[in-house]
Structures are given as C-alpha cells and as structure tokens.
C-alpha cells in the first residue's frame, strides 16, 4: 500500500484498490502454480456494487466443454465472502482429491489475505477521509474563506468517494426551506448546477440536512414515500442517480455536500457512512470554533465600540453639552438688557449643539451593525442615562418590542428622536421626572412625558420641527399635547417605512 498522501494531494480510492486486486492477483498466482492450474479466478463479493475479481492465465473459451473434474471452484472459507476458481485444459489431467485438498487450504489463505487486504483498503480510506477532513479545518481556522475551503473540499470529496459530481448546498438567502447549490466540482454539467435551488421540504436530503447525519441514498429520484419529486431535483436525478449526503455543521445544518455518481454507476458502499461522519465531525469542529472565533472578534469589537462611546459622552459630548447649558441660560438672562450679546450667544450655542450632533453621529455608526432589540434598548438606556445625568431628572426608560430585529437605517432615527425629546425636556421644561416609552409593533412608537412647565413660547432650537421631518419622510408623524403642568410627545413611524 502506498504512504498516504499530504493533505490535498490528488489521491483517491484508485491506489487502495490496487492494492487489494494486488493481493488477488498474488493469491491467484500462487493457486494456479501449485495445483498446476492454467486459469486461477479469485472473485470477492463486496456486499454493494460489483464484485471485485481477478483472473490470471487463460480461461477456458465458452465453446470448450471440459470436464467437471477439470474445475475447482472453492469458497473463501465461509460462503458469501468469494470464491476461487481453478480451471485446466481440457486435454490436462483431471483434479485429484489431494488437488482438492491443497486448493482448500489455499482457499483458505485465500480469505486471510484478501480479508487482511480489505481491511488495509478500508484503514487507508479512514487515513484520506481523515486527512481530508484536517485539510479542511487547518484551512478554515488558517483563515481561509469559507466557499474557497468548501469548494475545495468538493473536490477532495469527489476524489475520495469515486464520485462523479459533488455539491456543496448552502441555505439560499431568505428562503428557509430551500437549498442552494453554490458550488460544485466533477463532471461537464457541474458549473451548470451552481446556483439551483433545491426545496428541502418532503425530501431525504431534507432528514440528513437538519438531522446532520450523513445518508446513503440508492436513486435520487427516488422521493420518500408519499412525497413528489421536486422539478429541479428531477432535472438533476436525470444524470445522476446513486447519492452520498453528508451534512456540515452538525444539526441544523451550515452546509451540505451532495456527492452524485451518474445513472447506471452502482451505489455508495455503506462502510462510506462511517468516513463521512468522521469526516463531517472534523469539519464541523472547525466551522464552530471558527465560528466562535467571529464571534468572540465582534463582541471584542463591540466592547471596543462601547468603550470609545462612552469616552465620548463621558469626556466630550457632556462637557460641550455642561458648557452650552451654561451658555444658554446666560444667554436667555441678557435678552432682556442686552438682546444683540443674547444673540451672539445663541449663534455659539448653536454651534456647540451642531458640534454635539456631529459628535453623536460617530457614535451611532459606531453601534450601525446591531439592530437587535436588545441592542437597541442598551443604547436607548445609554441616551437617556448621559442626557439626564447631573440634572436633578430621575428618568424611566420602558421599551417593548415584539420584533427580533429592527431595520437597520430606522435605528438612527430612533435613537435620535428619544435623545432629542429628552434633551428638550432637561433643557426647557424644568421637570423633575421623566418616562420615555418605546412600543414596536407594527409601528415604532415613542412617548415621552413630563411633569415641567411645558413648551417655552420660542421654540426655534427645540428640534421638534427636526423630529416631525423624520416622522414625515418615514409616513408618520409627531404630536404634542402641552399643558402647564407637564407634556406629552409622541412620535410614530410604520415599521417598514
């Protein structure tokens, strides 16, 4: 038997086999020289597909009728596993009984060695499968894309399964019962099948997919029983007939490679289920710790995020926010006496909220990838907590949410309209308690309430025509009820809008 090969070496189940017709080839030889036969036939019953044999010498032609003391046909120690056949010329002396002896004992060898070869062959195949399965995983955890390594390991797989076509399906996008082929390797019509969709519903492919336990599957046009054949699978079971599942990822699975043998071709042996699964076991180690390597990189990425945002509200926007207050309220107390000074500072104070704004921005693109609800809440938390810090408002933020994820560009919005109702209410209304809530449904709600003094009589820095502008431009619209002792602001936008 050959060493085996290096991780992605080009070696299939071709050297194995040779191997074990080696070993036939010597046992037949050996047979035929020591019972004086001129043709030796050692054939090995596999149990699926074709039986494995080798012939050595001359058989005698169909037309030639010897007779049957010129033949021994021996069984490979029990019945069922092969026979060895010996034939002499029909002119040649017939066999003895201690022909028949010395044939049985070499029969008997004869199964010693051809089962030591099987199961040489069968720990060789485990050595591929299971460097195929390092390759795979030394190159996802190297950082190698994930379709370039399962592309490749189509290919591999193909290799080592003798199969004629290998797909690699991978959920389609916003179809969850269905299916994608998005790679393929082997055969003339392999670049066609990339980008089929298959529907998982009714279907084996569908019990190995989710269970993520690899299948032996005889035809598969087959459908199971009670179900009908999906069209595309029909066009695909047109060229192919025999199939091989094995499921990536574990249950539920990230990935699926169909390996297809042509019509005509006999199955998959059954032992192939057990490399498969070692196989599959590798893979999907690889994917999760890969997978849990993504994952810890964004929650570092988010704690690095959160950390800078906090810097920037802590140390920057409420230091501004503190010093434009101050400014602000200087400003209102000069308009009486010295109106053009109260001006001036108006105009700065607007720059430092234009400054502010700015500043905020950086800190919603640094939280724009999660539209989670629990995200979302954590931020809506983290603006009404900063706004209201330091200025004698106790607060109460209540969200409710009965959607998973929001649309990420509504988000922004969101978040600016509670920061601009509550920074509106720190600055103005002169309250001492303050309830923001937050209702997604079919819409996105938000309210909030006071117990100020109200709506100043000039509200040109108020922001609400800002707020009723982003109602707009989404379909929904901003309301104000003020009365003396407090004030209700309501903001509504559909969902989807």
Do not use: K
């Amino acid at each position: 038997m050959p060493p085996p090969a290096l991780p992605g070496s080009p070696v299939s189940d071709a050297s194995l086999d040779d191997a074990v017709e080696a070993t036939q080839r010597a046992v037949a030889r050996a047979a035929a020289v020591h019972l004086g036969a001129d043709s030796a036939v050692l054939t090995v019953r596999t149990g699926s597909g074709p039986d494995r044999s080798v012939t050595v010498g001359s058989p005698p032609r169909a037309d030639d009728v010897a007779p049957e003391s010129h033949s021994l046909v021996l069984p490979l120690g029990v019945p069922g596993l092969g026979t060895l056949r010996l034939d002499r010329a029909i002119e040649a002396e017939p066999f003895t009984p201690a022909d028949l002896a010395t044939g049985r004992a070499l029969a008997a060898v004869a199964r010693t060695a051809v089962e030591n070869a099987v199961v040489l062959e069968h720990a060789g195949r485990r050595r591929l499968w299971a460097l195929a399965g390092t390759a795979i995983a030394t190159a996802l955890l190297s950082g190698t894309p994930a379709d370039q390594v399962l592309r490749e390991a189509a290919a591999r797989v193909a290799e080592l399964a003798d199969a004629d076509a290998v797909g690699v399906l991978v959920p389609a996008d916003g179809e969850e019962e269905t299916l994608m082929i998005g790679a393929a390797a082997g055969g003339p019509l392999a670049a066609e099948m990339e980008g089929v969709r298959l529907p998982l519903a009714e279907t084996r492919l569908h019990a190995a997919h989710r269970s993520g336990v690899p299948q032996v599957i005889e035809d598969i046009a087959t459908p199971p029983p009670g179900a009908d054949p999906a069209e595309a699978v029909g066009e695909i079971a047109g060229q192919y007939g025999p199939a091989l599942y094995i499921p990536l990822g574990g249950p539920s699975s990230l990935a699926t490679l169909a390996v297809l043998r042509t019509r005509g071709r006999p199955q998959f042996d059954p032992r192939v289920l057990e490399l498969a699964a070692a196989f599959a076991r590798q893979a999907t180690v690889a994917m999760e710790l890969v997978g849990s390597q993504a994952r810890e990189r964004r929650l570092q990425l988010q704690a690095d995020r959160d950390r800078i945002a906090r810097d920037l509200h802590d140390h920057v926007v409420q230091r501004i926010f503190a010093t434009a207050l101050a400014l602000d309220r200087i400003g209102r107390s000069l308009e009486p006496t010295a109106p053009q000074v109260a001006a001036r500072i108006a105009e700065r104070v607007d720059e430092l909220d234009g400054t502010i704004a700015r500043i905020r921005e950086s800190i919603f693109e640094l939280h724009a990838e999660d539209a989670s609800s629990a995200a979302v809440r954590r931020r809506l938390t983290e603006v009404v907590r900063s706004v209201t810090e330091g200025h004698g408002v106790r607060p109460a933020l209540r969200v409710r949410s009965e959607v998973e994820d929001l649309p990420p560009d509504l988000v922004p919005d969101l978040v600016a309209v509670v920061r601009e109702l509550v920074t509106n209410v720190v600055r103005h209304a002169a309250a001492s308690r303050l309830t923001v809530t937050v209702a997604i449904a079919g819409d996105v709600r938000v309210v909030v309430t006071d117990d100020g003094c109200g709506l100043p009589p000039v509200t040109v820095r108020s922001g609400l025509a800002n707020l009723a502008d982003r109602a707009e431009r989404r379909g929904g619209r901003l309301s104000v009820a003020a009365a003396p002792s407090g004030t209700e602001i309501e903001w509504t936008v559909p969902l989807t809008g």
